[in-house]
């Protein structure tokens, strides 16, 4: 049973259209991860958080936003969608303590027309 | 420095044979090596994970070798099933800071009945 749930699981939006993809957690973790991954597989870490109010970029550039005013609800925004941004996000987070792995959702796979 | 590079990009086996995939990491500051597992579809799930202080880890019938001197680390699947057909990543990091993965591009394993 997973505990971090991605809505939603499809998406098939037109261009210029505002996005959010939710990602919520039951967990009570911290640290909270926005990963884009391309057919190809790779993934690309686009956003992270490690806790209330805390939000920065990762490795891979983004045209998407994040917001984190709960710790269990970390949702991700495109202002405006470009076919460019067609691809699968998956949401992830990470508990303290000695527990190192992450937990990953089920994904939202996006398609921008 | 930051990189993770995997190979085989694919692997076809008969059922029964061991498939191994290989990781080699840069950056000898890393202390978390985890393989993660994604059936399509689906988000990574944690599979297994070793720290640098020990050599090999087993959990059922999937091993992690570790080579802290040349920096590599590699999963083996004994007895591999149908069942384990997924595309399988490893990832660093480092477990102080600011913890974050460095996943590598990838292994899609196909396993034939």
């Known amino acids: 049973e997973a505990d971090i749930y991605q809505t939603p699981r499809y998406l098939v939006i037109g261009t210029g259209k505002k996005i959010t993809l939710e990602c919520s957690q039951t967990m009570g973790h911290d640290k909270m991860y926005w990963y884009q991954q391309d057919p190809g597989m790779e993934l690309h870490l686009i956003h992270y958080?490690?806790?209330?109010?805390?939000?920065e970029k990762g490795d891979l550039s983004s045209e998407s936003t994040v917001s984190r005013i709960r710790t269990e609800h970390f949702p991700l925004t495109l202002e405006s969608a470009r076919p460019s941004h067609t691809s699968q996000y998956l949401c992830?987070?990470?508990?303290?303590?000695?527990?190192?792995?992450?937990?990953f959702g089920s994904g939202t796979r996006l398609t921008v027309v | 420095q930051q990189q993770v590079k995997q190979s085989p990009q694919s692997l076809i086996v008969q059922k029964g044979g061991i498939p191994i995939i290989n990781c080699a990491y840069e950056n000898t500051a890393f202390d978390y090596f985890p393989w993660y597992q994604q059936f399509p579809g689906k988000g990574p799930a944690l599979l297994i994970a070793i720290r640098p202080d020990v050599s090999e880890k087993k959990e059922g019938r999937f091993t992690i070798s570790f080579n802290k001197s040349a920096k590599q680390f590699s999963l083996h699947i004994m007895d591999s099933q149908p069942g384990d057909s997924a595309t399988y990543f490893c990832?660093?990091?480092?477990?102080?800071?600011?913890?974050?993965?460095?996943f590598g591009t990838g292994t899609r394993l196909k396993v034939l009945a």
């Open positions: 958080s490690y806790g209330v109010n805390s939000t």
């Open positions: 992830a987070s990470r508990g303290t303590g000695l527990n190192y792995g992450y937990t």
């Open positions: 990832a660093a990091a480092l477990t102080s800071g600011t913890y974050k993965y460095i």
